[in-house]
C-alpha cells in the first residue's frame, strides 16, 4: 500500500510516454516498487551519505520522484519519457538522465530494451542507477557501485554490470563493485 502514492504519481508522469507505449506502463512501475524495495532494504546500512550520493535526498527522490536538492532550491520533479529506436543513445543504454533544466524538471529517458521482454532485472538495476545520476550527477562509475552496493546490501548479489564497468575505465575510478 505504501508504493501506491508512487505508482500514482509515476503513472501522471507518464502522460509524455506515446500511446504505443502505454502497455509498458505496468513494467515501469514495477521497476519503480521492485527499485523502492531494494533501496528500504539497503537504506539501514548506507549511513547519512555513500560514495557521495546522500541517503536522505536519494530516498525522497526515489520514494517520491520529486525532492528538494542537497543545496536547496526549488524542488526537483523526475519525468520518465519513452525514446524510440531512432534515438542515438538509446542504442548504448536502456535509460538515459536529461539534467534538469531552470524549470526543476530531470527526465529519465526510458529506451526500447528497457520495455524489452525479460528484462525484469535490467529494469529496477536502470531506476537505481538512473537516480544516481538525478542526485549525485553524472559519474557512470559512483552510479554503477552505487546502485551494486544498494542490491548486494539488499540481497546478496547484484546485476552483472562487469562488462560495462571495464567499457567505462572504472577500474581507475575511485569506486568499485562489491564482493
Known amino acids: 500500500m505504501r508504493f501506491l502514492p508512487l505508482v500514482a504519481f ?11 507505449k502505454a502497455q509498458s506502463w505496468p513494467l515501469l512501475d ?16 548506507l549511513g547519512p551519505s555513500s560514495m557521495g550520493v546522500s541517503t536522505e535526498t536519494y530516498g525522497q527522490a526515489l520514494r517520491h520522484l520529486r525532492f ?14 519513452a525514446q524510440g529506436e531512432g534515438d542515438a543513445s538509446c542504442s548504448r543504454f536502456a535509460a ?4 534538469a533544466p531552470a524549470a526543476g ?31 549525485a550527477g553524472p559519474d557512470e562509475c559512483r552510479a554503477m557501485a552505487y546502485t551494486a552496493r544498494l542490491q548486494w546490501l539488499a540481497t546478496g548479489t547484484f546485476q552483472p554490470v562487469t562488462n560495462y564497468w571495464r567499457q567505462s575505465g572504472c577500474e581507475a575510478s575511485p569506486f568499485s563493485l562489491p564482493g
Open 105 to 135: 524538471t530531470i527526465t529519465i529517458n526510458l529506451c526500447p530494451q528497457f520495455f524489452a521482454s525479460g528484462t525484469d532485472g535490467l529494469r529496477q538495476t536502470t531506476i537505481l542507477h538512473e537516480l544516481v545520476h538525478v542526485v
Open 30 to 45: 514495477r521497476a519503480l516498487a521492485e527499485a523502492a524495495q531494494t533501496f528500504a532494504r539497503a537504506q539501514g546500512a
Open 96 to 99: 538515459y538522465v536529461i539534467p
Open 10 to 20: 509515476a503513472a501522471a508522469l507518464l502522460v509524455s510516454m506515446a500511446p504505443a
Open 68 to 81: 528538494a536538492p542537497a543545496g536547496g532550491g526549488a524542488p526537483v520533479q523526475v519525468a520518465f519519457a
